[in-house]
């Protein structure tokens, strides 16, 4: 995704927290969504901002700033089973989601 | 509720052959995607629909054709297969349009030689 800026790799520890950012273009925006994909497999919907702030869900948690077009998320208490790629998704225009090149995050015990 | 159903999960075509790749969702859904994912490049939408009878471009649509003859039912089809279509493709699913969470399917490995 062009418009959509998100870290390539991460690396954390079984236990700890991790954050991942997402900085997107904001004119046409309709909200952001956080997807995970486990490798060989399809993404799953993690999460869906459109009001700033924090939503919280579990172990998982998205932030999003509309004026600063940013946007996080943060996983909490890492588990093994959370090494995948995270992909952000900004919602545009009519019928447009622009996925981002995703953030693959390695788990490491 | 078996969701999104793709098939078929591989494939491999030789440069020049058509193929058909079928997605089904039991959701009831009016919006389908058909998206493409590349190394280093992300989910690119390919083709979509909004309703049964309907599709659209996305934003990689060339050398592609699809059809929507019933609400569940959303094909994609290659009529001249080439290298560059090499891909991961994924088909998905949402209830209406930009605010609604995908629900994709498992994804066809496609080769083409």
């Known amino acids: 995704g062009q418009n959509i800026d998100q870290p390539t790799e991460m690396t954390a520890t079984e236990g700890a927290i991790v954050q991942i950012n997402c900085t997107y273009q904001t004119s046409g925006f309709n909200g952001l969504f956080w997807y995970q994909q486990h490798a060989g497999e399809a993404p799953t919907f993690l999460s869906y901002n459109v009001l700033d702030g924090l939503e919280e869900k579990g172990r998982f948690s998205s932030f999003l700033s509309r004026s600063k077009g940013y946007s996080y998320l943060l996983l909490k208490e890492l588990q093994m089973k959370d090494s995948a790629s995270y992909l952000c998704a900004e919602g545009g225009g009519y019928q447009k989601v622009t996925f981002g090149t995703g953030t693959k995050l390695q788990v490491i015990p | 509720n078996a969701g999104v159903t793709q098939t078929p999960k591989f494939r491999v075509l030789k440069t020049g052959q058509s193929m058909t790749l079928l997605c089904a969702q039991d959701?009831?859904?009016?919006?389908m995607y058909w998206y493409r994912q590349d190394p280093g490049m992300g989910l690119r939408l390919i083709h979509y629909s909004v309703g049964e009878g309907t599709t659209a471009k996305g934003e990689v649509p060339d050398g592609y054709n699809v059809s929507r003859l019933k609400k569940q039912n959303f094909l994609l089809g290659l009529e001249s297969a080439a290298p560059s279509q090499t891909s991961v493709y994924f088909c998905?699913?949402?209830?209406?349009?930009?605010?609604?969470?995908?629900?994709f399917g498992s994804g066809t490995q496609l080769s083409v030689l």
């Open positions: 998905a699913s949402s209830l209406a349009g930009h605010n609604e969470k995908l629900f």
């Open positions: 959701m009831n859904h009016e919006y």
